[in-house]
């Protein structure tokens, strides 16, 4: 018998809220889930372990990427099964995985979807299942705070990615499964676990979260108009044939940087840093997704 947790963060939206949740269980035949709500993500960790010590074997997570990440976090490595709600405003994981921003379907996704194994990646030990990186990218992520998202959704980082274009480059190396693969100036490093990212636009066309392996990219554009052309090549799904950009794929990553640079993962900011070490954790999520 499966035994259903709820873990919300309260301030998103999906549908007709939370209420309209607990009655979507219901009908289902789960009227007392095991039931948290948090104000900020980063609450969501100590509710998610109290959920699994309580027996849950699938959590259903109501929120953004971020609140995604941070459950995963907990989850990563266990049986239980994570089902997503995406209420944030990206929903990158959601959207790469097929589960819609209908309440009704993705409860049930959740209920009777396939569960899939996927691979994660840590970053200092942290686990992300979408993305990770530092440079523009964190800036763009670090400035767009709650009440500008808010007011403009996904423009929001359309706002401060365009702010940040001028930002200058600093010097770093990347070592790919231990051997030196980047030396130089660099103005963004991003590694992903699947392939769309920004806005639904493809960065890592040939990713897959199943691979057992993270996709790599680093980004030597400094200035608008390099940044445009970078953009460009993005945009048609080839940025491997921008002269401002480099991918590979890779189980380790190791980054050390001359300064110190925000950080990200999956949507949400850390502190500044001049080295992250990555690595991939294959098949070590399970979640629902949509029945093929």
Not at 22 to 34: A, C, K, N, V
Not at 167 to 177: E, K, L, M, Y
Not at 248 to 262: E, Q
Request: charged share 25%.
């Amino acid at each position: 018998m499966t035994s259903v947790a709820v873990v919300a963060h309260a301030r998103k939206q999906l549908g007709d809220g939370l209420p309209a949740l607990r009655r979507s269980l219901e009908r289902r035949g789960f009227d007392t889930p095991i039931w948290h709500e948090v104000q900020k993500s980063k609450q969501a960790p100590k509710r998610v372990e109290k959920a699994l010590a309580a027996g849950a074997d699938l959590v259903f997570v109501w929120g953004g990427d971020g609140t995604v990440q941070r459950c995963i976090d907990v989850m990563a490595g266990t049986d239980a099964t994570l089902a997503i709600l995406p209420a944030g405003t990206a929903n990158l994981l959601a959207n790469n995985l097929g589960i819609p921003a209908d309440l009704e379907a993705a409860v049930d996704i959740g209920l009777h979807g396939a569960r899939r194994r996927l691979d994660t990646g840590t970053v200092n030990g942290e686990h992300f299942a979408v993305m990770a990186g530092c440079g523009l990218d964190a800036r763009m992520i670090g400035d767009a705070d709650r009440s500008l998202k808010d007011r403009w959704g996904r423009a929001a980082y359309v706002w401060t990615g365009a702010r940040n274009l001028r930002a200058t480059a600093v010097r770093g190396t990347i070592r790919i499964d231990g051997e030196l693969w980047f030396s130089g100036e660099l103005s963004c490093v991003l590694v992903g676990n699947v392939g769309s990212l920004f806005g639904g636009m493809t960065v890592f066309e040939d990713a897959r979260p199943d691979d057992g392996r993270l996709d790599v990219g680093v980004v030597t554009a400094t200035g608008v108009t390099a940044w445009m052309r970078a953009f460009g090549r993005l945009a048609t799904g080839n940025p491997e044939r921008s002269p401002f950009v480099r991918t590979t794929v890779a189980r380790r990553i190791d980054v050390r940087l001359d300064h110190s640079l925000l950080y990200e993962l999956d949507g949400g900011a850390r502190s500044e840093t001049r080295k992250l070490k990555i690595k991939v954790r294959p098949a070590s999520m399970s979640i629902a997704v949509p029945a093929p």
